[in-house]
């Protein structure tokens, strides 16, 4: 099973909601991580995960709220989002070293009104 | 830091043309190397990586090699076809706080026509 999947595919919120993005995989990866994309713009990462200890977090802001509770889950609390959040949400996951392959999920496309 | 920089797109070819997407990067040691695809509505997968200078990344008739004298990792395929048509990434790999880190270039869309 080489895939990652991710949960739900599309999202509409408002600025008050509280939602959660879910993110799955059974690859025995240990590294995990998120990724906002704009449109025409390439991934941007947000956050990762090694051996579900949060590693990097590329000055996020805390309306965005990571969590690894097992090996094989990443989720990405989200609460309070301004419009300009809206775009893709992209998870991933790799083994560990720098020659190492990310396996990217179909993504969730986030629309904050 | 370090960086990529891929050439600017859109590109549009026909159907068996020849394609270069150029792609160069600025980094202190020696970074390894991926070309990554996205596909209209899809998350990015990897299309052929290279580890170390010389080497040949390869895949789907698709094939790079890393430069390290001109620090480059052009990507070419000898004909297209009307499923290559996808946003190219180019990137390159670091180490951050005990972390891989992906450096994405900008991205090269490509439309090929029948």
């Known amino acids: 099973d080489t895939e990652v999947t991710q949960t739900p595919k599309h999202l509409v919120m408002g600025m008050t909601n509280k939602k959660s993005l879910k993110c799955e995989q059974h690859m025995g990866h240990r590294a995990m991580y998120w990724y906002k994309q704009k449109a025409k713009k390439p991934p941007e990462l947000m956050f990762v995960?090694?051996?579900?200890?949060?590693?990097i977090n590329e000055s996020v802001p805390s309306r965005f709220s990571p969590e690894c509770p097992n090996s094989s889950l990443l989720n990405l609390h989200l609460h309070a989002l301004q419009p300009e959040d809206s775009a893709l949400y992209l998870c991933?996951?790799?083994?560990?070293?720098?020659?190492?392959?990310?396996?990217f999920g179909p993504g969730t496309r986030l629309t904050v009104l | 830091g370090n960086s990529v920089t891929q050439m600017e797109g859109p590109v549009t070819l026909s159907e068996e043309a020849f394609l270069t997407i150029n792609c160069t990067y600025t980094a202190t040691g020696y970074p390894s190397l991926f070309w990554y695809v996205q596909y209209p509505g899809e998350g990015l997968q990897l299309l052929l990586k290279a580890t170390k200078a010389d080497d040949k990344g390869s895949n789907k008739g698709f094939e790079a090699t890393y430069r390290k004298e001109t620090t480059s990792f052009h990507l070419e395929k000898g004909s297209v076809q009307v499923s290559d048509s996808a946003v190219y990434f180019c990137?390159?790999?670091?180490?951050?706080?005990?972390?891989?880190?992906?450096?994405f270039g900008q991205g090269t869309r490509l439309t090929i026509n029948p």
């Open positions: 995960y090694s051996y579900e200890k949060l590693s």
């Open positions: 990137a390159l790999s670091e180490r951050g706080q005990g972390a891989q880190k992906l450096v």
């Open positions: 991933a996951s790799s083994q560990e070293g720098l020659a190492s392959e990310q396996f």
